[in-house]
């Protein structure tokens, strides 16, 4: 008598080294960018409560983490800065001497090997907390444009070997680009946030950068969350511009967006697995509700599996240690 059903999908799962062998998506430490707070100050350590194990460091303290960064295999870091004081139009943000300038000289001289990439934001060094410059009580694009160039052009002098517009401002690729090219730094990438939503899960990262709007939302420059043709267009339109490198953001409440994106373009595609992702893990383990390892590989399993070819994960350095 033959079988039934004669299909088993189950003879594959049944022993660890096979279920192994046949494994579809695969994590490595290589897939992956750190994020880190940098300030000013000394002997600076300071664990943002929000988000358990990650902190605001000094250039001293972020030394000490730079050398963890490395021996874990991980490839590269993103870098926030928090500044010294803010002003209306973000000056820190491209100031020779400003927090981010002054990381990444003191990283590259002390782990060249190790991929630096700066974030391109003012929202962080405005004191009215928004991403470009207010006019008449809204956020002026064009304005906006020579600033973010500037903030870039200031970051590759410093050394900065990948620059990350986040500002979601029309045709900062092509300002950044444009900037970059005219002062021979024509071989340094973009990596550009195209389809950056106006999303609730970045709640622990503002408490992190101090970079919550003092008035208004971002709504009227970051992507509404139901449109997902809307990202593509902004991800068509990075790639027109220059972009090296498109961006997802948020990753796990927009896994169908990372997919879509790698589908429709062959441009590299980085998903960034936001604060409040990470922290809503961090508390279900605190609290018992989850196994934080698990729940953790599962979810950077699935935003790799949709197609993100690198993740940007405040998890980093634990994965890392997992699979090392």
Not at 74 to 91: N, Y
Not at 116 to 134: A, F, K, N, P, S
Not at 276 to 297: C, F, H, P
Request: charged share 20%; hydrophobic share 45%; net charge negative.
């Amino acid at each position: 008598m033959s079988s039934f059903p004669s299909m088993r999908p189950r003879r594959l799962r049944g022993v660890p080294m096979l279920r192994e062998m046949v494994q579809e998506t695969r994590l490595s430490a290589r897939d992956f960018v750190y994020p880190l707070f940098v300030t000013h100050g000394r002997n600076v350590q300071q664990e943002i409560a929000p988000m358990p194990g990650i902190f605001q460091l000094s250039l001293d303290r972020l030394l000490l983490e730079i050398a963890t960064v490395v021996d874990l295999g991980i490839p590269a870091v993103l870098l926030f800065g928090i500044p010294r004081s803010k002003d209306a139009e973000g000056s820190e943000a491209y100031d020779a001497n400003g927090i981010i300038q002054e990381a990444v000289r003191v990283i590259k001289q002390a782990a060249p090997e190790l991929l630096v990439i700066t974030d391109i934001c003012l929202c962080d060094y405005t004191d009215h907390g928004h991403c470009g410059v207010i006019d008449d009580g809204a956020v002026d694009n064009d304005r906006s444009l020579d600033l973010l160039a500037r903030t870039a052009l200031c970051q590759a002098e410093a050394g900065s070997d990948m620059v990350a517009p986040s500002a979601m401002m029309d045709g900062q690729v092509a300002a950044i680009r444009s900037a970059l090219d005219g002062a021979s730094f024509t071989d340094t990438p973009i990596m550009s946030y195209s389809a950056k939503y106006a999303s609730a899960f970045y709640g622990p990262f503002r408490a992190a950068a101090g970079s919550t709007p003092g008035f208004g939302d971002r709504k009227g420059y970051q992507i509404d969350p139901p449109n997902g043709n809307e990202a593509l267009r902004e991800i068509e339109m990075d790639i027109a511009e220059g972009a090296d490198i498109v961006m997802v953001k948020p990753a796990l409440a927009y896994l169908d967006v990372i997919t879509r994106a790698k589908q429709a373009f062959t441009t590299p595609v980085a998903a960034y697995n936001v604060s409040g992702e990470y922290a809503m893990v961090k508390a279900a383990s605190q609290n018992e509700w989850l196994d934080g390892k698990r729940s953790t590989i599962e979810i950077l399993t699935a935003i790799k599996r949709a197609g993100a070819d690198l993740i940007i994960s405040y998890h980093s350095k634990d994965i890392a240690e997992w699979l090392s």
